[in-house]
Every structure is written in C-alpha cells, then in structure tokens.
C-alpha cells in the first residue's frame, strides 16, 4: 500500500499512531463508515482492512422490502433519502452477510433495529456471535414511528430500549441518536445511565422536498433523512455539547467529507467519525481521508491521534467586543 | 503518493491516466479523466472523450462508470450520474460517453472543454454478455439506450457472432450509433417514426422475419418500454433469452444504498433488485417494464 511521503519513520512503525480506543474495543484509526451508507461491496473499490471499523446496513428481524421508490432526491443543500431499512432479516444476515465482513480484519459493528423494545432485546442477543464486534442500535431511524423506532426522541423511551437491550447482549453496545430531539444532550445522558457503552452522533435530520410540477412529495417515503456537509457545524454542536456531558466516547457522524473535519469532530469530543456521504460521492473516500489524517498529525507534529479529542481551546471565550474587535482576522 | 487533492472533490484516491493505482487488485477505481474532445454528433447528443487510467479501459458493453458532474448552474450536483460506457478504445487509452444534454448532471457534461478534468468511478455493474451458442442477436433500441447498446456491436464482432440492429428514433437526424454498429459489420435498419417505420406492429414484422431467418439466437434492448414489451413478447412466443439494460435513480453505485432498486418477477414471485449491482443488464424475462 503506497503511504503518504514523510509518514514513515524508517521501520519502526508510522510515526502517527491513529489508533482510537472506545471503551475497551481498539480502533486503528478513527475512520468508520456510517451505517446505512456503507457494505462489504465498497471492497470494489477500496481495501476495507484499511478502515477503523466495518458497519453493517440497519438489520431488522424480519425481511423487509424497504420504502417505495424514489428513495432519494437532490435538493439545494445534500440530498434527502429514505430507503426503509431494507432487508432479509436476521437469519440471512448471520448466515450470508457476517461471513462477507468476516473477510476482512476491521471490527464489524452491526446496526439492528425494531419498534418493539423487547424485539429489538432479542434482536441484540441473536446479533450476539462471535464475528460481530459491536452492537449498534438504531434507537433513531428518523422515518420510523416516533412512538415505535425512533426512540431517540424522548430520553425515556431511549433509558427504557437501551436498558433492554443492554441486558440482551454483552458485545459493546453503541446507541445511535436522532438530531431530531429536541435536547439531544438529555437523550445522550439517559443512554450513558442506561449502560451504552458508546454513542453515534448523530442519525439524519427529517426532511421534506414537494415537486412543484406535480405538487408530489419528491420521495416514495414522503419525508426522508437530509444527507449534506451542510450538517456538519450542527452535528458538531451537537457531538461537542454531549461531550461535555456524558464520559463514554462519541462516535461523530454528519458531513465528514476531509480529514479536517475528522479533527473538528475529534477537537469537540468524538473519538471517532462516521462517514456517509463522502464515499457517495467518491467511493475512495474513507481511505483518503484516512490518509490524509496521517499527513495532517504528521506534519503538525501529532504523534497520537487520539491526543485530539476534547482538544477544543474554548477557555477564555468570553472577551470584550470592543477588544475583539481590535484584533484581526 | 498517487492522487490529488481537487476543490470540491473530497478524495485523494483519485488517479490520473499514468499514475500508480493505490488499490491494483481492486476491480472498481475513481479516475481523474482528460477531456480530450465533448462534441455534438447530432441536434440532440454529445460524445465526450476522455483520456483515462488503463484499469478503467478494462469495462465491458453495458458496465457503467459513476460520473462526478460539473456544475450546469453554479449550485452543486450533489450525487454522482450512473452513464454505460459507450466506446472503450484499447490502444488510444481513451474511453467514451454518448449522452442527452437534459438534466442537471448531464448539462453538466455538457459544458466539459477539451483539457478539463472529469472524475469518474467504476466500471461497475454487470454488462451484457453471451452464450456460447448464440450466433445471430438482434438489438433493438431507442433513442438515448442505443449509447448503451452499440459497444455490444464489438462485443459479438469478436465473438463471431452477427448481428442485426434496429435502431429506433424520431427522426432520421437523431439516429444514434449508425456508425459504430455499422463498423463492426452489423446489419443495420432504421425505424423511424416520421416515416411510421418504428410503428410497434412494423417492428414486429421485422423481428418475426429475422426469428424466421434464424438471425434471432437472442434479443437486447434499451431505452424502450414499448419495445422491450415486444420483445418480451415475441420471446415468450419463440423461446429466445434476451437481456435489457435498466435505469434507476442511483446514489452509491456499489449496491451499498438501495435507492437503485427496482422491481423483477423472478419465478412469479415479484422481487426487488439493485439496478447498480445485480445489473444494470438483466435477463428481459424477468423485468416489469422498462
């Protein structure tokens, strides 16, 4: 594998350790795909050992065909989707699509989700096999029923599914929570208390496009999950108020698109990053930007990756606008 | 370290034509192409030309490259556009893309000028292919899927297998593909629909004489319900296979996503399949319309 000039130290080993640590499962470095947006078949084009983690598309226990087409619409800012957690439910998964992940080294983290908070339980503990790494839940599907699904909108419902689902399985259980609540540090809170072991940051926000020469919803689903870089300063917000909040590690997940925006995530408080839409667009894209966060430590004279995460300098904001002012750019 | 770092292009694993490939055991790559020519060949389509990294030459008629569009508009085109492979020239290091300058990704390409660069992924997808035993195949398409069906032309040429295309278009002036079939020795017949030669029941006629004179061993198509039907049609009648090329809205192109899904009927059981992955060419006996 070609590396970046300058990166190797002579043969000791890369002079930038990327390694990030969530809770006691090691990551080689921070970059993982965002559920849903990611399977084995990205082997096409990239070599997935490369990657920090592997993440399986959303599984449910039963089949499901998914949402009407069309799944997807381009609007001004990224794109709205809703695919419907498509699926041939558990057993196929642990029968066909483990052993495909199983090819590779990386840790495969497994999405699951259910409306039904003790389904989803037995879920977690059918998911429970030796080649899946990682429970993830998705407590926050945003086109599922807000009373059934996507319990990430009440800090209740998301104690009470985590809760269950903690008790169901002892793999590393991260919870995936919704931007769409209203106080998102309250959601991350009650999944810390309920035993997560760590929290994805965040699922897509609800959106809505109308054809204005049909007058017809733009998607099969109606409402779909908005994906964009533009969500990046809000997702981060949202990633650097949790951190303040909670102890278990933030996985950051919302517009990564370079390996700049792995630091931003990782200065607010993530320890890792999920990536969705920047290998839509270039299918290379999970490598790059492993490769050039090498680079950027490297040249800055970072020899742990993880020595950025909660680095934000935000002590002493708060300055007189008058004095602010006098400064430059 | 091959790759380079373009505004508005998130990724340094893009190659240029010359440069080391960072994955070279890998099918599928992302390739910074060189305009070398984007000409208009009628009133409605342009051919552009593209100077490409010799693992892109290797797609196969009906495969397709995943096309990072220039801006028609100064806003962003967020998703990249699926397009089959119209030319792939070996020796010349080149290869091509016949489109209709209409949506936003495609009036994108159209704006391309000789010594821009152009990104593109893939090959990907399953492209046509043929059986051992058959020598004669008809290829019937239409307006814009006759860019997808015409490198088939040189697929069976170097298979040894003839082949008949009916071209179908509005007009004369609009004919897509004359040339390229015509190069590689097929017999080539013109269905237009200001003369009423592409009228469905003409169609037929023709396809009913070419079964008849065993020139028919099996059928593909693109870019047609009404044609694909017939087909279908005739080939439930006969016994004869054939393959179409789909299209669907795409986003990831790898199979990754499922937005490209479409509908089969697979042994009369009605199932969805990804357009960018289990195709985009499938059998036509299983497809529900085009």
Redesign the interface.
């Known amino acids: 594998m070609p590396r970046g000039a300058g990166v190797q130290d002579g043969g000791d080993g890369w002079m930038v350790d990327l390694s990030v640590e969530i809770g006691e499962l090691t990551l080689q470095n921070p970059i993982t795909p965002a559920s849903g947006s990611f399977s084995w078949e990205y082997d096409e084009f990239i070599d997935l050992n490369e990657l920090g983690g592997l993440v399986a598309k959303t599984i449910c226990r039963e089949p499901r065909d998914g949402n009407p087409t069309p799944r997807m619409a381009e609007t001004e800012a990224g794109i709205i989707q809703s695919i419907g957690l498509p699926g041939k439910g558990i057993d196929y998964f642990l029968e066909n699509i483990v052993p495909e992940y199983a090819k590779f080294d990386p840790p495969l983290i497994v999405s699951c989700s259910s409306e039904d908070p003790d389904e989803f339980a037995l879920l977690a503990s059918e998911l429970s096999v030796p080649d899946v790494d990682v429970v993830e839940c998705n407590i926050s599907c945003p086109t599922r029923n807000t009373s059934g699904g996507n319990f990430a909108l009440s800090d209740e419902h998301t104690g009470e599914v985590v809760s269950k689902l903690r008790a169901a399985t002892d793999k590393p259980l991260w919870a995936k929570l919704s931007p769409n609540a209203g106080d998102i540090v309250s959601i991350a809170r009650a999944a810390e208390e309920a035993g997560a072991d760590a929290l994805c940051i965040a699922n897509t926000f609800l959106g809505l496009k109308i054809r204005t020469d049909n007058f017809r919803p733009a998607i099969g689903n109606k409402y779909g999950g908005m994906v964009s870089p533009a969500l990046k300063p809000i997702v981060l917000r949202m990633v650097y108020q949790c951190a303040k909040e909670v102890k278990i590690p933030i996985i950051g997940i919302g517009g990564v698109t370079k390996a700049e925006d792995v630091v931003e995530y990782m200065l607010a408080g993530a320890s890792a990053v999920g990536i969705g839409y920047a290998a839509f667009r270039n299918p290379t894209a999970l490598t790059s930007i492993i490769r050039d966060l090498e680079v950027w430590c490297d040249n800055r004279g970072i020899k742990r990756v993880s020595e950025l995460i909660g680095a934000i300098k935000d002590e002493d904001m708060e300055m007189d606008t008058l004095t602010a002012a006098s400064q430059g750019v | ?3 380079h ?1 373009v505004e508005n ?6 190659i240029r034509a010359m440069e ?1 490939d ?2 070279p055991n ?5 390739f910074i192409c060189n305009v070398i020519s984007n000409d208009w060949v009628n009133e409605e389509y342009k051919l552009v030309v593209l100077g490409a990294h010799k693992k892109a030459l290797t797609a196969v008629a009906g495969q397709f490259f ?1 096309l ?1 569009c220039p801006t028609p508009d100064g ?6 556009r699926p397009m089959s492979v119209y030319r792939v020239d070996q020796s010349g290091g080149r290869i091509e893309f016949l489109y209709k300058s209409e949506g ?1 990704g495609t009036r994108g390409i159209a704006t391309l000028k000789s010594g821009d660069e152009f ?1 593109i ?1 893939g090959p ?1 997808g399953v492209g046509f292919w043929l059986e051992p035993d058959w020598k004669n195949i008809v290829v019937l398409g239409r307006g814009v899927g006759l860019a997808t069906l015409a490198p088939l032309s040189q697929m069976a040429f170097e298979a040894g297998v003839n082949v008949t295309a009916l071209l179908s278009a509005r007009n004369r002036d609009v004919v897509m593909s004359r040339d390229l079939f015509e190069s590689y020795n097929a017999d080539v017949i013109e269905l237009i629909d200001t003369d009423g030669s592409s009228d469905v029941s003409n169609v037929k006629n023709i396809i009913e004489g070419l079964i008849k004179d065993q020139k028919a061993d099996a059928f593909f198509t693109c870019g047609s319900n009404r044609l694909l039907n017939l087909l279908k049609d005739q080939g439930r009648k006969y016994g004869i296979p054939g393959q179409v090329a789909m299209e ?2 795409m ?9 490209c ?2 509908t089969f009927n697979v042994n009369n059981e009605r199932v ?1 399949r990804r357009v960018c ?1 289990e195709g985009p060419v499938f059998k036509m006996e299983e497809t529900v319309g085009w």
């Open positions: 370290m091959s790759g770092l292009n998130y990724t340094t694993g893009a080391l960072p994955f890998k099918p599928a790559g992302e995943h990072l806003a962003e085109v967020w998703m990249r936003r990104n992924a990907l669907q809205l986003v990831c192109g790898v199979g990754a996503c499922y937005v899904v479409r969805l992955r």
